[in-house]
């Protein structure tokens, strides 16, 4: 079991960057985490993964080059950080765990809002 609480979010302009966290409790070492978005009105959509080594990631298209998912296992801690930012962009952005790469995942955070406006 995890436990994940997001942190990091706030308001940016346009073209700017923000890095948001994810700090984790629990079998941190035997979950791959996620990063999901839902903008409002919208379904959540998935933006990217990284590995339990964190040897390997995966992104989405709409966040490819511009969005980086890194982990830091010495503080439990996973990161997504987000550059060239669009209004697009702007959502509430969850962590979550899970024991496979891109799928099922088990355990979410509460989430962090993230608006890009000028």
């Known amino acids: 079991q995890v436990q994940l609480v997001e942190s990091g979010g706030g308001l940016v302009q346009p073209g700017g960057s923000l890095r948001l966290s994810c700090a984790t409790s629990?079998?941190?070492?035997?979950?791959?985490i996620g990063w999901f978005r839902q903008a409002p009105g919208k379904e959540r959509e998935f933006v990217g993964t990284i590995s339990r080594s964190g040897g390997s990631t995966h992104y989405e298209d709409y966040v490819k080059g511009r969005f980086t998912i890194s982990r830091d296992k010495a503080v439990n801690t996973v990161y997504l950080q987000m550059s060239s930012l669009k209004p697009e962009d702007t959502a509430v952005y969850y962590c979550?765990?899970?024991?496979?790469?891109?799928?099922?995942?088990?355990?979410w955070g509460q989430g962090t809002q993230v608006t890009v406006s000028s």
């Open positions: 979550a765990a899970t024991r496979l790469f891109t799928n099922e995942f088990e355990y």
């Open positions: 629990g079998q941190f070492n035997d979950y791959s």
